[in-house]
């Protein structure tokens, strides 16, 4: 079995982020598995590599190391690109000129930042194609069968959605997110997909390209997300919630808050990364529930 945190490298890491990546690793480490570090920047506009740089001192700094080098995305296109060729060779999949805005519009249910896709391109004439190429460049979708996928999560159950026709390149060329992170799971062996419950979503359509480029499905754990007072995921303007923004809090400390909230140990502990290893119990998070946790109990740690 072999794990790993995949993060984007688009800003420092915020106490959610470090809290994923905690229990990614105890949930390897606890097994004396392997676990791997990737840099998801496919962005290259929103990615740098001093985010990467600070986001992998930071996991060093709570206690995580890693095998391997940290594989970066941005190295790996023609691997996203041979897998999209695979795709359209199978008549899989249809260029798409629809902007956000049009879909947003033309969504029966639209609903939340997880947008649904409604096909508008996807039968459309050669002619019709012929005249929005020349209204804008073309994304590439896959066209999806209309088949419920069910994801039974370590974490959050079972949980089935059916597959919208998901963005494989965007119009800009780059390979999309749920494209890319299905072929590098599958490239580096990953078998334990530790991540946060906003991606549950997406996983559906994951495994169907999983499926359709012949890969295997790795087991899933999606992690709740911290929130801030606002009932929001956690973001710089909530405050002290990177290391940086931590800095004179003692990282057993910090580390002890993420345990407690993950239901490892009594709230107020002060313990390191690899001491929680001795009776690491993925039934005790699950115990804790499916509830966001709000950035107030992990600071009263601190306070
Ligand atoms: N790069 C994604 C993020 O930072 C995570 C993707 C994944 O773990 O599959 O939200």
Same mark, same amino acid.
């Given at each position: 079995?072999?794990?790993? #945190?995949?993060?984007?490298? =688009?800003? &420092?890491?915020?106490?959610?982020?470090?809290?994923?990546?905690?229990?990614?690793?105890?949930?390897?480490?606890?097994?004396?598995?392997?676990?791997?570090?990737?840099?998801?920047?496919?962005?290259?506009?929103?990615?740098?590599?001093?985010?990467?740089? *600070?986001?992998?001192? !930071?996991?060093?700094?709570?206690?995580?190391?890693? +095998?391997?080098?940290?594989?970066?995305?941005?190295?790996? #296109?023609?691997?996203?690109?041979?897998?999209? !060729?695979?795709?359209?060779?199978?008549?899989?999949?249809?260029?798409?000129?629809?902007?956000?805005?049009?879909?947003?519009?033309?969504?029966?249910?639209?609903?939340?930042?997880?947008? =649904?896709?409604?096909? =508008?391109?996807?039968?459309?004439?050669?002619?019709?194609? $012929? $005249?929005?190429?020349?209204?804008?460049?073309?994304?590439?979708?896959?066209?999806?069968?209309?088949?419920?996928?069910?994801?039974?999560?370590?974490?959050?159950?079972?949980?089935?959605?059916? @597959?919208?026709?998901?963005?494989?390149?965007?119009? +800009?060329?780059? &390979?999309?997110?749920?494209?890319?992170?299905?072929?590098?799971?599958?490239?580096?062996?990953?078998?334990?997909?530790?991540?946060?419950?906003?991606?549950?979503?997406?996983? @559906?359509?994951?495994?169907?390209?999983?499926?359709?480029?012949?890969?295997?499905? &790795?087991?899933?754990?999606?992690?709740?997300?911290?929130?801030?007072?606002?009932?929001?995921?956690?973001?710089?303007?909530?405050?002290?919630? =990177?290391?940086?923004?931590?800095?004179?809090? @003692?990282?057993? *400390?910090?580390?002890?808050?993420?345990?407690?909230?993950?239901?490892?140990?009594?709230?107020?502990?002060?313990?390191?990364?690899?001491?929680?290893?001795?009776? #690491?119990?993925?039934?005790?998070?699950? $115990? *804790?529930?499916?509830?966001?946790?709000?950035?107030?109990?992990?600071?009263?740690?601190?306070?």
């Amino acid at each position: 079995m072999t794990g790993r #945190f995949a993060p984007s490298p =688009t800003g &420092p890491l915020h106490l959610g982020n470090l809290r994923t990546a905690l229990l990614a690793w105890l949930l390897a480490r606890a097994n004396g598995e392997p676990f791997l570090v990737r840099m998801e920047d496919l962005d290259r506009v929103t990615s740098s590599v001093e985010h990467e740089r *600070r986001q992998l001192a !930071d996991l060093a700094a709570i206690g995580l190391d890693w +095998d391997g080098p940290v594989v970066r995305q941005s190295e790996r #296109f023609d691997r996203y690109h041979a897998a999209i !060729d695979a795709l359209t060779e199978q008549g899989l999949t249809y260029e798409c000129y629809c902007t956000r805005r049009e879909i947003r519009e033309a969504a029966r249910a639209p609903h939340g930042p997880d947008l =649904t896709y409604p096909g =508008t391109c996807r039968d459309l004439t050669a002619a019709q194609r $012929a $005249a929005r190429r020349r209204e804008r460049p073309a994304a590439l979708r896959l066209r999806a069968p209309a088949e419920p996928i069910t994801v039974e999560d370590g974490l959050a159950g079972s949980y089935t959605a059916v @597959p919208d026709d998901v963005v494989l390149r965007r119009n +800009d060329g780059v &390979p999309a997110y749920n494209l890319a992170v299905v072929v590098d799971d599958a490239a580096q062996g990953v078998t334990t997909v530790v991540r946060g419950d906003d991606l549950l979503g997406s996983t @559906p359509r994951q495994i169907l390209l999983q499926r359709l480029l012949g890969l295997p499905t &790795p087991t899933y754990v999606h992690v709740p997300l911290v929130v801030g007072t606002d009932g929001e995921r956690l973001a710089k303007r909530h405050g002290a919630v =990177t290391l940086e923004d931590l800095a004179g809090v @003692p990282v057993e *400390r910090i580390v002890g808050a993420l345990a407690a909230s993950l239901g490892l140990v009594p709230e107020g502990t002060a313990v390191t990364a690899g001491e929680l290893l001795d009776d #690491f119990d993925l039934a005790r998070v699950a $115990a *804790r529930g499916r509830s966001p946790v709000p950035l107030a109990d992990l600071q009263r740690s601190w306070a």
